[in-house]
Structures are given as structure tokens and as C-alpha cells.
């Protein structure tokens, strides 16, 4: 059955077709698509992914089974700001930063769709974050420009190491010299078996303890990696034994709960290697309506 032969029900609406930004009055969250893919470590088809999560919205409803069920587009006013073009590079960053700006001063929450980890750098610097929380297998501390560095970018641009908390780090998928690089900043960071063995809840209040002291903006950045590669197969650098969809998408509602949480990234999708079913590009789209989810409840 197609999405369309899906949607033929009125008793069930579908999630997802929102309005464009249209003058200036609030809105509660925003999507950006931010299809970068030029500097990825890994040849990635990223650019296609923010179409692909659009639709892939299609297939879920906007509504939380409460008891009572929760209807998200009738709770929270939701629009959608199209895509940045050519996103890519120092022209195409600055053209996200200043989206993202005036996105900032008209919308509680901007959920950026990536794209590759490298828009996570224009992304946090234009909704003015001062911390920041990492839901990713790797540390991003690499040098150069690439998806494997937003995080050393902005370090190197000001922010706060002491702001930095760094969720779902994986064993074989990073080196011990950006391992040291981590701790020599003071970034605080939640190995994969460290979340395991102290759960979501509180993992959650520590991450948005540290990277929002002083009641500051936070930036989430939700790298789709961090999951099992059964779950994540369109990730270029999943990993066998990450977190399990539940996982992301119970971290996501709960770190997007905290006011404080003004600017979001789903990223690292490659939407045209997502076999055999869709099911990466899937995940986005939950994660999309999780941080709906989550901002209801602030
Ligand atoms: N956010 C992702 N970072 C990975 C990217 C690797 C890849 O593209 O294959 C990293 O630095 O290792």
C-alpha cells in the first residue's frame, strides 16, 4: 500500500505537509533542510535526504497516545522554511547561519534536516547556542572541515567545552588521540555502555544539566550513526551494536522537553543508501516528531 492509498482515511490524519514560513508571527518549531553532503568523510547521498524525510512523515500520524491522544499539529504551530541552497562551504554556511537567525527570533525550536554532520558547525552558531549535546557514535573533533569536525569547529569558534556533552560515543569507531582531545577540553561524555548501564532518564538530566547551566541556549544534534546499523543502514558510519531506535527516539523527547533546547539537527541520512526498506530515513522522521513531542511537553 502506498503512502497516498494510506492517506485516503479522514479518521486519521497523516504527519508531516506543513505550511510555509509566512510572516512573522510565532511559531512553535520550524523545519530547515539543510541538504549538505560535499565534505563528508564517506561518499554520502545526504542531499536527498530532506525530501525523503518529508514524505517519509506521511507515514506516521502527529498524535501521542497519551491517554488522552495528543494531536501535535493541533497542539503546537509547525511550519517549514524550505531548504538552504547549496549549504555547502563558506558561502553556503553563511547562508545557514543567517537562516538559521532569523529562524531563531521567530520559532521556539528549528529542527534543522541535514544532510551530513558538517551543518551541525552554521546550524548551532546560528541559533546562538552556548551548549551543545551530541547524540552520535563519533567525537567530530577532527581537524579539517568535514563531517567528522563541527564539534572541534565550534570549540575552536568559542564555545564552551564545559557546555559540551557528547551521548552514545562508540568503542571501534573512534581514535584515542581524539579520545584525549575530548578530555583534555573537559567535554563530558556518555559512552554507549555508560547510557546502558545508567538509563536514559538520567543521562537526559545530566546532558541537559551541563550543556544548559546558566539557563543558556542548547543545540541538539541527533547523528542517526549512534544506532545499530540494522536500524540505521543508511549511515555511512553505523555501527553493529548501537542504540536501538527506541533509544534515540526516548533521548531525543527528552532532551527536546527542555525549553532551553532551541535549535535541533537530524543528520548524517543518506536517503539513497537506505536499504533495503527505508528504515534510516524512517528513523528521521520519528526523530523529527519526537522533538514535536518533546517540545509539547516543555
Ligand atoms: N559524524 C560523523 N563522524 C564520522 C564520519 C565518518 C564517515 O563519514 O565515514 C567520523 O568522524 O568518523
Partial sequence: MTVSALSADPLW???????EVAG?????????????FRT?????GAHATPAAVRDALQR????????????????????????????????????????????AAQAGLIVALGGDNSITYAVAQGADASGLITLDA??????????????????????????????GIADFANSAAY??????????VITQDDLRRRGIADVVAEALEVAGAGGSEVHLDIDVDVCDRSVAPGCPASVPGGLQGWELRALVRGVASDPRVRSADIVEVDATADTP??????????????LLAGRATT
Avoid at 13 to 19: C, E
Avoid at 40 to 44: F, N
Avoid at 73 to 101: M, S, Y
Fill in 13 to 19: 490524519p497523516r504527519a508531516g505537509s506543513w505550511p
Fill in 24 to 36: 512573522e508571527d510565532w511559531i512553535d518549531v520550524v523545519l530547515l533542510g539543510v541538504p549538505a
Fill in 40 to 44: 563528508s568523510l564517506s561518499p554520502t
Fill in 60 to 103: 506516521y500520524s502527529p498524535t501521542l497516545m497519551g491517554p488522552p491522544p495528543v494531536d501535535l499539529e493541533q497542539a503546537l504551530r509547525i511550519a517549514d522554511a524550505g531548504d538552504i541552497a547549496d549549504p555547502d562551504g563558506p558561502d553556503g554556511e553563511g547562508r545557514v547561519r543567517e537562516r538559521v537567525r532569523e529562524m
Fill in 138 to 167: 563519533h567525537f567530530d573533533l577532527r581537524d579539517g572541515v568535514s563531517n567528522g569536525s563541527p564539534v572541534r569547529r565550534l570549540v575552536d569558534d568559542g564555545l564552551d567545552p564545559q557546555r559540551i556533552v557528547q551521548v
Fill in 179 to 188: 579520545a584525549h582531545r575530548a578530555a583534555d577540553l573537559g567535554i563530558t
Fill in 277 to 290: 526498506d527505508g528504515r534510516t530515513v524512517r528513523l528521521a522522521a520519528l526523530c523529527v516528531l519526537e
